[in-house]
């Protein structure tokens, strides 16, 4: 089975045991702790199985450094979105994972296990062309200060979501034009949903424009942009007004 393959097999069969988890009769912390140990469970178990040379990252799992000097790094996030998960029957929350080898991402996966859809390298389609009013999604829970100034300068609709990898899919999926974070992630938040998204032919950066670096000392990665590549310039030029402005 090669990486691609692997990754997404691993992302459903992950979200699989996440819709299990949900119909055992739990709720609110409790249900969010065990989807969370369950999914890291089997990923754990999985990747020794599979790919047992290769190094780690994951939300779930101590951060052994060793990884820094490993070729091959997969980036985990068992359970995005574990707010929503614990709340059916949401289903913006998801299971990420990538594969960095050499500093790029080579490979990865997002399942959206609620809606029974897993994206994948590279196989992943383009977007439909755009149709209506402009899409912005945004964190439900931390949209970025400068969000309602840059859907205004470009005419676009706000759109509050949970999980990364849901409003990245979004994108992907033809469901809104871009996705924009402001604050607050970490690398196995982004890399999967941004593997998926280069290989459909998405524009991905960090709001300033600078690329987005995976596999740090400090797996602190706060903000994201992934939007249609003709909006990118427009985008990321209104973002940085908005900043340059300051709080209102």
Not at 62 to 88: M, N, S, Y
């Amino acid at each position: 089975m090669n990486d691609h393959e692997f990754a997404a097999t691993l992302a459903d069969d992950v979200g699989a045991v996440l819709r299990t988890v949900r119909t055992e009769g739990l709720a609110g912390r409790e249900l969010g702790d065990e989807g969370d140990r369950r999914a890291q469970q089997l990923i754990a178990e999985r990747l020794r199985a599979e790919r047992p040379a290769d190094a780690v990252l994951s939300e779930e799992a101590a951060d052994d450094k060793a990884r820094l000097g490993a070729e091959r790094v997969w980036i985990i996030d068992p359970l995005d979105g574990t707010r929503e998960f614990r709340e059916p029957p949401r289903s913006d929350w998801a299971v990420h994972v990538a594969l960095l080898e050499h500093g790029r991402l080579t490979a990865g996966a997002v399942a959206l296990p609620a809606r029974s859809l897993v994206l994948r390298t590279p196989d992943v389609g383009s977007p439909p062309p755009p149709a209506g009013r402009r899409q912005i999604v945004v964190s439900r829970s931390r949209p970025p200060a400068f969000a309602a100034g840059v859907a205004s300068a470009l005419d676009a609709d706000l759109v509050e979501l949970g999980s990364a990898g849901a409003k990245a899919m979004a994108v992907v999926l033809g469901d809104a034009d871009a996705y924009v974070h402001g604050g607050g992630q970490y690398e196995w938040d982004s890399a999967a949903p941004v593997a998926v998204a280069l290989a459909a032919g998405l524009h991905c950066s960090r709001i300033d424009g600078s690329p987005l670096r995976y596999n740090q000392p400090d797996p602190y990665l706060p903000d994201l942009v992934v939007c249609r590549p003709e909006l990118a310039t427009r985008l990321l030029d209104a973002i940085a007004a908005e900043v340059e402005k300051g709080p209102s």
